[in-house]
């Protein structure tokens, strides 16, 4: 494997960004197959040798409504939920919390939509009934010393609503951020986002009060706008972004939704730019390279290929 890209630095960017590894849950969850308990504690065990500062893990969802997930307590059993990476799970309820919890789990994310369909597709709620569902998981998360980051979904367009208003992602996020959660996940679920609107609506987050320290960007990558969208917020301050390795991903409940942006091709973008992220990119490769094995597929991520054929 070879291969580093020129490193030019721009001095108007962030000079550290964190990269949150969605790929064990966001990049898993769509897939048909189900990948074994085993595979899934290797794939999070090599994405921490990486250097991945935090490794979403898994999620302790209703386990017909993901059945890719439903070995969530056993794969948690497997891993080091004390150690220096956080690892954590999705959790839509006071149920799965208890389930998490159970299971040792030390941070926790919760998912609210934007959109009054997307509520009633991934979480049987309605806008409104989505935050009373979260509040005792926010509340007791707290209480019993976790960490909760909350995600807004259709974030820049609905496959069933259209685009939609930042007016209605400021209001979503406010109310999750008052409920007590301490990072907001701006989801674009179907990659519909260019930009220009990413510009827009961190700004629109900002002058609502919401610091952009507590930002993070959760960018989908169907039609190739991620990677300019990631240059967009990190432009406006944003120093979070999520990602997935080999950029697998998708979810069960948008058809529309392809892959996260792939983590490798985040890592050659920030490499370019000297912008520090702690991950190493051959170490990487070579577990995505491997998971696509597992899967029986090439990744879709173009950095991956081109370093895994060099
Ligand atoms: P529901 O059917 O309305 O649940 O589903 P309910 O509260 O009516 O309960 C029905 C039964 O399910 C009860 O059992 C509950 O105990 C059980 P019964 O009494 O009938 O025996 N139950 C559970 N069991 C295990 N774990 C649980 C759980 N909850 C209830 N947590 C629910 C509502 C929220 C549970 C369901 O809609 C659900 O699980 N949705 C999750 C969908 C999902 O995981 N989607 C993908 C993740 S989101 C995403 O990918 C987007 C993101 O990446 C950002 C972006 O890209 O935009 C984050
Ligand atoms: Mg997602």
Redesign the pocket.
Known sequence: MTGLPMVHPDPSLPRRVTIYE?GPR?GL?NEAGLVPVDDKVEFIERLIAAGLPIVEAT?????S??PQLADAAEVVARLPMDGPVPLPV????E??LD?ALEAGVRHVAI?ASATETFARK????TVEDQFT?FEPVVERARAAGLDVRA?V??CFGDPWEGPVDPVQVVRVGRRLLDLGATQL?L???IGVGTPGHVSRLVSELVAAGVGVERLAM?F?DTYGQALANTLAALRCGVTTFDASAGGLGG???AES?TGNLATEDLVWMLDGLGIEHGVDLDALVRTSAWMAGVLGRQSPSAVVRALSSS
């Open positions: 969605v966001d969850q999620s302790f969802v209703h386990p409504w993901v999705l959790v839509p309820n149920r799965g389930r998912f991934n979480l049987n709620s569902m995600y979904s259709m996940s989801g674009d679920t959760h989908h979810c069960p409940y939704a």
